[in-house]
């Protein structure tokens, strides 16, 4: 597997120096900047591939070009968005890229409600507060609607969580929420985040996976053309949040998607954290049934708690069976060399990582600080050396 690491360009506080010190050989960018549903210039991406490549490393996955909220609701100038989508994806293909990682999630990006969440071993996760969730959507933003998503003890439980927090708990969960999302050139306001889930409120789960797939019908003919692997991120977290269609959560999800469209350049990233946040999904038999259509993975871990919070551990700690999944990248790969594919190697990233060592206390973007990411790397690392040594 070829191992990549997320970059946010030039800004990031993560050099691509430091990158080559923790070993990996690829990288995984976008073009944040002009991330807002405009077509991406080819100068632009030269640009960036050609920073990239000075620093002696290759831009094998573009994550992501944005899919415009308009495509998604199928509403307004959508078919303006579209056509920029077809254009980006020309455009990357021609710079060289050939795998772009995109996600389908309404409104939100990737949702936690704690980036510092304390650990053990003296430093910090990413964490999913199930209980605090519910106390914001409920009894904060107020979404019409909520109290049917929930339990009853569950909402008494969110009420007492409530009166337990200070106004900077609420400030920093509602930042967390709907302000901060990553690789996002402007924020919601609570006002603004209401107008946009009643964007959203009529649109069923079938009416948005609908959408999902007249978005493949529309863009995976263009990628197979320009010979781009398409692999859709799973929804994170992989259940309803907010009221909100989620498409793209569980393993008939993805069975239903590489369905939908019957195509080499239509597939998945294998993002075992955003998948293993959710109990149904079996993260091995997932590698095993979709190996030939995993274009990318993303590896990082989950520990699940009794509540239905979840929080993320370290690469090989959780309860996704970390070793397993990378056994099932590989034999695919062997797979795939010995049909003579030129796609048989499988970029790989570590997900996200702790906050620890001397980068607690410095400027990072949340989840991709570079020492818990280097860590996690070195672990995926080991385990990949030992898997190819002694099981094939």
Request: charged content about 30%; some cysteine; proline content about 5%.
């Amino acid at each position: 597997m070829k191992q990549t690491w997320r970059w946010f360009g030039p800004d990031d506080p993560v050099t691509l120096a430091h990158v080559r010190q923790a070993g990996a050989v690829g990288i995984v960018s976008a073009l944040h900047h002009l991330n807002d549903g405009r077509a991406w210039p080819a100068d632009e991406i030269a640009r960036r591939k050609a920073i990239i490549e000075e620093a002696g490393l290759d831009w094998d996955v573009v994550e992501s070009i944005v899919v415009h909220e308009t495509i998604k609701t199928r509403t307004g100038n959508y078919r303006e968005y579209l056509d920029n989508y077809k254009a980006s994806i020309r455009a990357v293909a021609a710079a060289g890229i050939r795998t772009v990682c995109y996600n389908f999630m309404a409104i939100t990006d990737w949702t936690r409600t704690d980036l510092d969440y304390p650990m053990p071993h003296g430093g910090t996760a990413l964490r999913f507060d199930a209980v605090e969730f519910c106390a914001y959507d409920v009894l904060v933003l107020k979404r019409p609607g909520a109290e049917a998503d929930y339990t009853a003890e569950r909402i008494e439980a969110a009420a007492r969580r409530l009166a337990s927090m200070s106004e900077s708990d609420l400030a920093r969960l509602e930042r967390n929420l709907i302000e901060w999302v990553p690789a996002r050139e402007f924020v919601y306001d609570r006002e603004s985040f209401r107008r946009m889930l009643d964007v959203y409120r009529d649109l069923t789960v079938e009416g948005f996976r609908e959408s999902l797939f007249a978005f493949l019908r529309e863009i995976v003919p263009v990628a197979e053309e320009a010979g781009v692997k398409l692999a859709i991120h799973p929804d994170d977290p992989p259940f309803p949040i907010f009221g909100l269609p989620r498409v793209v959560c569980r393993a008939a999800d993805a069975r239903a998607l590489i369905d939908a469209v019957k195509s080499p350049s239509n597939g998945i990233t294998l993002c075992t954290g955003s998948y293993g946040a959710n109990r149904e999904n079996d993260l091995v038999a997932m590698a095993r049934e979709f190996a030939s259509d995993i274009h990318f993975a993303h590896l990082r871990n989950v520990k699940h708690e009794p509540d239905g919070s979840f929080h993320e551990s370290e690469h090989l700690g959780g309860d996704v069976d970390m070793v397993g999944v990378v056994y099932e990248l590989l034999k695919e790969e062997r797979r795939r060399a010995a049909e003579g594919r030129a796609d048989a190697t499988i970029p790989i990233r570590p997900d996200h990582g702790h906050l620890i060592v001397d980068d607690i206390g410095k400027k990072v973007n949340p989840g991709y600080s570079g020492i818990g990411r280097l860590k996690g790397l070195a672990e995926l690392r080991g385990v990949m050396t030992a898997v190819e040594r002694y099981a094939f």
